[in-house]
């Protein structure tokens, strides 16, 4: 059988205004804070992931904490992150956004679904788009968002890169990725998107690639994407993919401990940092499924630091 990815794991981006993004993500998104913790390469900075009501993988839109200057946008980066909503919400959340002061696109049909683009307040790219109907919502019943117009997963998410064929060659025959289709840029129409797709297919397990020659490289920044995970259920998958991605002589950090899941990073030949993790332990590795996010949580290397760690960092609210 095939070693196939499940679809999108987590994505992680960089705010330079953690309390500012901890209200925008929760009170004007209604996304659940489900693990407030640092990073573990640098325990100055937060990293606060936010997600459904019950942390499912694949529902999770991470931040770095980071002082550092807004992104430059370009190529050879990570362009826009999908968020997955019913197609009856998407009137909803153009009217919720504006009234928040939010600016929005029109509610338009791109590649076949129903999408709401806009950004954050630093100006990181998002867009809503219609599920199809095919996955579980778990809400969170303590959001300010109804429950059946809550976000319910990632998905897809847009890469730009100057040249389509070293990064396919790494999606299809190292990553197992299919490609599928392809549409227009909404952008910019003489360009295109080619998608490709993972595992049970669908909005979760699609990655968009926008082709895009001519265009200056990105530069990473608040308001920008630090890298995208995929998914892979167990420990036993994630030593299949450090075996695969070794056979190919592709670098990569081998397996790192992440407490919550365990990973394997490798940059793709257009230079975007690419992530697979396990769906298991999840967040309630250290602390009850009711009280996620409430207190700053730390994994066990880094608990005997923590009245340090906890002095040097920023109050969020």
Do not use: C
Request: glycine share 10%; charged share 20%; hydrophobic share 40%.
């Amino acid at each position: 059988m095939e070693l196939a990815l499940q679809g999108i794991h987590h994505l992680t981006a960089i705010t330079a205004d953690a309390p500012g993004n901890l209200r925008f993500y929760t009170d004007v998104l209604g996304m659940r804070l489900v693990k407030k913790t640092v990073n573990q390469d640098d325990t100055s900075a937060y990293h606060l992931f936010y997600g459904d009501g019950a942390a499912t993988p694949g529902s999770d839109i991470t931040f770095f904490d980071w002082p550092v200057a807004p992104a430059r946008r370009g190529t050879h980066s990570i362009a826009r992150t999908g968020l997955r909503v019913g197609a009856e919400s998407l009137g909803w959340w153009r009217d919720h956004l504006r009234a928040k002061g939010v600016s929005t696109t029109d509610v338009a049909v791109i590649d076949g679904r129903a999408t709401l683009a806009f950004e954050d307040f630093e100006g990181q790219r998002l867009a809503l788009v219609d599920d199809g109907g095919t996955y579980e919502a778990h809400p969170w019943a303590k959001s300010p968002v109804p429950a059946e117009h809550q976000i319910r997963g990632l998905g897809p998410i847009t890469l730009s890169v100057p040249d389509l064929t070293p990064t396919a060659a790494v999606l299809m025959h190292v990553m197992n990725m299919e490609p599928v289709r392809d549409y227009p840029l909404p952008t910019d129409p003489t360009k295109t998107v080619h998608v490709f797709s993972m595992g049970p297919g669908g909005a979760a397990a699609e990655l968009h690639v926008a082709v895009e020659p001519g265009v200056p490289a990105g530069r990473e920044g608040a308001g920008g994407v630090h890298h995208v995970a995929f998914r892979t259920p167990d420990y036993d998958g994630l030593r299949a993919w450090t075996e695969r991605v070794a056979q190919f002589r592709v670098p990569s950090s081998g397996e790192v401990e992440r407490y919550y899941f365990r990973s394997l990073y490798f940059r793709e030949p257009n230079g975007i940092l690419f992530e697979i993790a396990t769906d298991i332990p999840g967040f309630t590795a250290d602390e009850p499924a009711e009280t996620l996010g409430e207190a700053l949580s730390l994994p066990p290397f880094l608990e005997p630091r923590r009245a340090s760690i906890e002095r040097n960092l920023k109050p969020l609210a």
